[in-house]
């Protein structure tokens, strides 16, 4: 239940319930404290008033012994005094050790004070002893809830006298009683008045939160452009507002590759079914011979295949965009992958006389092993390699180079094309992307992009740069993976 109602409270209420917890806990504690130092001064000021006046009264007895009864100075009884205690109902009382009444002036009734448990404190050490009096069923007509017993020697040594003196406490419980009542409603009316503060407080401080809540929920596909709004503070709101920016700036950049790479993929689909379709059609209109009809199949196949190829690549980076977690991590060399995909490709570099050369710079870190997905590794470098020959002008080298140094393995695949322009070099990992003058040569824009993806997701480091000596020039791409 409790869970629920959380739920349905927002966090300004929240913030604001918190802080008044704080507050109110804090204030409580502190009131409590103040409040019982409070009361336990008034007690003892109460006690020593109480006291100075037992002195007061012990100083005013005669001394002599009269007729079995002390005389007591009536002149201290007057309600003039200034005193924490009202006389109108008090009592005093002159005693033996063995606990008989000698004197006493006020009306007692039927009660009688404790004494043999006084004097044992006073026995003890004790300058006088001091009883909250609560059970007065037997005292006459009290003006009080409770009334406090002093006991007092009236010798210093070896008393055989005390002096007990009753007063009520309707002043100290008058104070006490209008000290409780501020701290019961004082206090929860604080409380009350901070939770406002509070809530005024905090939507003030969450004011730039609701700011960006309203912008985000103003932007769509059709304005992703549009960002939230900058705190000018420099706080947790104004970190979280840019971040909320560079989000939407992903998301808008991911959303605007989303549909070229939706329109590219189309286009690239479209032109083998186009020129599938217009084989098709010409050679439903001509009577064809069997050479015609076997170069027609022929193309047939090849767009099929190109059909094929560009879906395959389609759905590995779909795969790829899905994470690593998808594919099988494990010890391999670096060198037995590349020797697999140069010999594949062999033949396809012999059709342009184009020959391929190894190098392998041993040292003594001697083979080191990384860890990858043999699959996309060769698919790296099937790709890169298959780029090399397909650029690289016939009866032309590319020279393939395996090092390695203590932190990684790099391999350099060096082609002498025509090189790359300064201004694509950004855009050739990108999907589709092909530069102007390469739009002759057979191609879809996918495998540089499927190679960067793979190098991503294997945590190592794809580049590419141009090199120009001598009349050579060309271009080199440069892949390195951690050693394990």
């Not at 109480?50 to 309600?79: I, M, Q, T």
């Not at 005693?95 to 006084?118: A, V």
């Not at 690593?324 to 396809?348: A, G, M, Q, T, Y």
């Not at 990384?370 to 397909?390: C, G, M, S, W």
Request: aromatic fraction near 10%.
């Amino acid at each position: 239940m409790m869970k629920k109602i959380a739920e349905l409270i927002n966090f300004r209420i929240k913030l604001t319930f918190i802080f008044a917890l704080i507050f109110g806990s804090t204030t409580f504690l502190f009131n409590f404290l103040v409040f019982s130092y409070v009361i336990d001064a008034l007690k003892s000021d109460f006690d020593d008033a109480l006291y100075n006046y037992c002195v007061d009264v012990s100083e005013s007895l005669d001394g002599k012994f009269l007729n079995s009864k002390f005389e007591v100075n009536p002149a201290l009884f007057e309600h003039g005094k200034i005193l924490p205690f009202s006389l109108g109902t008090s009592a005093i009382l002159v005693r033996k050790k063995d606990s008989s009444i000698i004197t006493h002036i006020g009306n007692l009734g039927s009660f009688t004070p404790p004494f043999n448990s006084e004097i044992a404190k006073i026995a003890n050490g004790a300058d006088a002893a001091y009883r909250t009096l609560n059970e007065l069923k037997d005292f006459p007509d009290p003006e009080s809830n409770s009334y406090r017993l002093i006991t007092f020697p009236l010798e210093n040594i070896n008393p055989q006298f005390f002096l007990q003196v009753i007063v009520p406490r309707t002043l100290l419980e008058t104070q006490i009683e209008n000290r409780i009542q501020v701290f019961q409603f004082g206090i929860p009316l604080l409380i009350f008045i901070s939770m406002l503060i509070g809530y005024f407080i905090s939507g003030r401080a969450l004011a730039p939160v609701k700011n960006i809540i309203e912008a985000t929920k103003r932007i769509n596909a059709s304005s992703l452009f549009a960002r939230v709004p900058v705190p000018k503070t420099k706080d947790e709101f104004k970190e979280l507002a840019i971040v909320l920016n560079q989000a939407l700036e992903k998301i808008e950049k991911s959303f605007e590759s989303q549909e070229k790479f939706i329109a590219d993929a189309s286009h690239q689909l479209l032109s083998p079914l186009t020129i599938m379709k217009s084989e098709i059609e010409l050679f439903q209109k001509n009577n064809t011979s069997s050479t015609e009809i076997t170069h027609f199949l022929q193309n047939q196949h090849t767009e099929i295949d190109n059909l094929a190829q560009i879906v395959q690549d389609m759905l590995l980076l779909a795969r790829m965009d899905a994470g690593i977690s998808h594919f099988n991590l494990s010890e391999i060399h670096v060198d037995e992958v590349l020797l697999e995909c140069i010999s594949r490709l062999e033949k396809k570099a012999v059709q342009k006389n184009i020959k391929i050369h190894f190098h392998i710079f041993e040292n003594h870190f001697s083979n080191p092993l990384v860890l990858a997905d043999p699959d996309l590794l060769k698919h790296l470098f099937h790709n890169l390699i298959e780029n090399a020959i397909k650029y690289s002008p016939v009866n032309s080298n590319i020279n393939i180079h395996l090092s390695w140094n203590f932190e990684s393995t790099v391999v350099d695949i060096i082609d002498h094309g025509p090189g790359i322009p300064e201004d694509q070099i950004s855009l050739i990992f990108e999907r589709f992307s092909r530069a102007p003058q390469n739009q002759k040569i057979q191609g879809f824009g996918l495998g540089l992009a499927i190679a960067k993806k793979i190098a991503n997701l294997l945590n190592s480091k794809l580049k590419v740069s141009n090199f120009s000596q001598g009349d050579q020039k060309g271009c080199t791409f440069t892949f390195e993976i951690k050693n394990i």
